[in-house]
């Protein structure tokens, strides 16, 4: 009995295999388009790619693309495309709608987060009670707060000057994105600038959760199990957990602050004190989306975003400043031109009108990528059109489609050379500015867009304005390249934000 009973077991589970597999291959909505049967057969096909063999789905996806086209299905549920034009379809704003891929999702564990919320329309909410805080208007009357930080990142790095210590500038970079986006959130900054090695072990850490990143999209417990984990188990994991455990405890205390200062009466007498979660505490929300929970999700999600992608574009640009001294030389020549003394201080409004500065910050944004991985949109009522040059494909509604920005960025039609810094492309073609998608497009864009654009001006101006290269020094001192090269700038591994090459210890320089 018990013998036929697992005969049976498992005629039943390969009947089921089968059927799947027609259906997926030959019946589904997606069979029409092209791809890798394997790819449109399972999940496990992502898995070995971007699990197994570590980021690799990324590049996987660009042969597909040059085998067999713009549009290629990538997944039994997903598509992708390959074509610049299609931005600002994919990506839409104004009243078209635009759910986020569950599944894509799982990586962050948080649901509560803006950016971790599928429905366009609970996106729309959140993100409304936190919009007007990010607005351009907003991060320049609260200028000062990147002023005072950068003013402590120039003292932390005129400490290195003439060490033979080497300082990997990620480090201090992602410190004083850091202790921006902490005071910006809850009016307190972390001090990551004042800590021991600029809080390095966090920084390891988050190495180690991002490898995470595709093992948590194909099992949706392991970013829930990591939660679950008591602080000690966690800590004797991996040190660096450390670390991370007091910054999610600091951001609790610190929205618990708020929030009992609120239940007194405290509130902000002005926009200066005012911070995010006073913004969202003070919106029209529901009561069950101002609890805590869900407001440290938030916090998590903000200040880990808020800090890693514009540190790592100053880190780029700072690499590919060194290693073009022509480069480095006209941008000093702007700088010395517009700003009269070193110390000055200068707003971000009349810094965004310097042409070779803006025409840097756009280079290192699209070499330094922002998002590697792919970002898909549902469109629950629409069927999107894509027209590949010989046919015109129809994709239906409720379908992920995905795009790629690296592959965008380093698309040889668009940017000639893609793996050359030439800040001079933007300045002889403006237009380029459409396919610069290092903070997403549409109304799911980043929400620190004009927060990252204010770090970037204030940082890349102030920084070079008073340090030159070997050959051409300012008037504080020059950096000089320690150990480093273009493979410690250049995407090996998509895990999720770009990494270079196995090994690296990152962009390494010497302060003289």
Sequence with gaps: ???????????????????????????????????????????????????????????????????????????????????????????????????KYAWALRLFGSSGASIATASHDVHRMRRGAMNRYFSKESVRRLEPIIQSNFEKLLQKLAEYKGSTKPL???????????????????????????????????????????????????????????????????????????SFIQFRREMRNQIDEIQKSRAKGEKPQTSMNATVFDSILDSDLPEHEKEMERLWQEAQVICIAGTETTAWALSVVTFHLLSSPQVLRTLREELEAAIAEPSQSVETKDLEKLPYLTAIIQEGLRLSFGVSTRLQRVCPDETLTFDDGKKQWSVPPGTPVGMSCALVHLNPDIFPDPLVFDPERWIKEPQLSRYLCSFAKGSRQCLGINLAYAQLYLCVAGIFRRYGGPGNPGPSGYFELFETTHEDVELKYDLFVPFPKQGSKGVRVLVK
């Design 1 to 99: 009995m018990s013998y036929s009973l697992l005969l049976i077991g498992v005629g039943l589970v390969v009947a089921y295999l089968i059927t799947i597999s027609c259906y997926r291959l030959f019946f589904s909505p997606l069979a029409k388009f092209p791809g890798p049967k394997l790819a449109a057969l399972t999940l496990w096909y992502e898995f070995w790619y971007d699990v197994v063999k570590r980021g690799q789905y990324l590049f996987k996806i660009k042969e597909m693309h040059d085998r067999y086209g713009p549009i290629v299905r990538i997944s039994p549920y997903e598509l992708h495309v390959n074509d610049p034009n299609f931005l600002p379809v994919l990506y839409a704003g104004g009243s078209k709608r635009r759910d």
């Design 168 to 242: 990997n500038v990620n480090l201090p970079f992602s410190a004083f994105t850091s202790d921006i986006i902490t005071e910006y959130c809850f009016g307190k900054s972390h001090n990551w600038l004042d800590r021991p090695g600029f809080n390095e072990k966090f920084i390891e850490m988050m190495a180690s959760v991002h490898d995470m990143a595709a093992l948590a999209k194909q099992f949706w417990f392991v970013m829930p199990l990591i939660d679950m984990l008591p602080d000690s188990l966690a800590e004797s994991v991996d040190p660096g957990m450390q």
